[in-house]
């Protein structure tokens, strides 16, 4: 089974300023057929499902803002929110979508300071 | 509007069994792979199960496998997880989520309690 890591487990920043979620798989989820990496960003928020925000490691969901974006190939990932807002308060999970059992990172809880 | 919407939870003993529905609107529901998807209360996401668009392909976690069995009915728009030898561990709210290459459309979850 491909292990997902996240880091850090829990994260506090301020309004307007940056935030980084990083995301290691322990074998690589890049296809090599189409040279996509299957990796995928979700936030979810309190007593909420899970939404898409990011697919293929860096293509953005219809109708998420631009301030979130994906990076990183292989087996390394980065989720960025460029200019946090008071909205983006949620649990964040990275998944590999390459092969079953598909698996999850453990989430970052990501708050305002 | 695509929507799933699952049912069927509640409070079981360990040792029995439960089945899920997720029906979906929407899509074209036998075009696309399903899966369940659990969270036990206050953890993570775990993957349980997943079958493709026809039903001819299912895939199973280990902690499950043996236990569970997902099908689908495309002419009723559902999915389904039969659960049977219920445990503990198996206490989660329990989400139906559609997949493209990733899990792009989920319901709010049905929850499933398994205890005496």
């Known amino acids: 089974d491909i292990v997902m890591t996240q880091s850090p487990d829990s994260l506090a920043v301020s309004l307007g300023e940056r935030a980084t979620i990083n995301c290691k798989s322990s074998?690589?989820?890049?296809?090599?057929?189409?040279?996509?990496?299957?990796l995928v960003w979700y936030q979810q928020k309190a007593g909420q499902p899970p939404k898409l925000l990011i697919y293929w490691a860096s293509t953005r969901e219809s109708g998420v803002p631009d301030r979130f974006s994906g990076s990183g190939s292989g087996t390394d990932f980065t989720l960025t929110i460029s200019s946090l807002q008071a909205e983006d308060v949620a649990v964040y999970y990275c998944q590999q979508h390459y092969s079953t059992p598909y698996t999850f990172g453990q989430g970052t809880k990501l708050e305002i300071k | 509007e695509v929507q799933l919407v699952e049912s069927g939870g509640g409070l079981v003993q360990p040792g029995g069994s439960l089945r899920l529905s997720c029906a979906g609107s929407g899509f074209t529901f036998s075009s696309y792979d399903l899966s369940w998807v659990r969270q036990a209360p206050g953890k993570g996401l775990e993957w349980v199960s997943g079958?493709?668009?026809?039903?001819?392909?299912?895939y199973y976690a280990d902690s499950v496998k043996g236990r569970f069995t997902i099908s689908r009915d495309n002419s009723k728009n559902t999915l389904y997880l039969q659960m049977n030898s219920l445990r503990a561990e198996d206490t989660a709210l329990y989400y139906c989520?559609?997949?493209?290459?990733?899990?792009?459309?989920w319901g709010q979850g049905t929850m499933v309690t398994v205890s005496s």
């Open positions: 074998q690589s989820v890049l296809y090599s057929s189409n040279n996509k990496n299957y």
């Open positions: 079958i493709s668009g026809s039903g001819g392909s299912t």
């Open positions: 989520a559609k997949e493209g290459d990733a899990f792009d459309i």
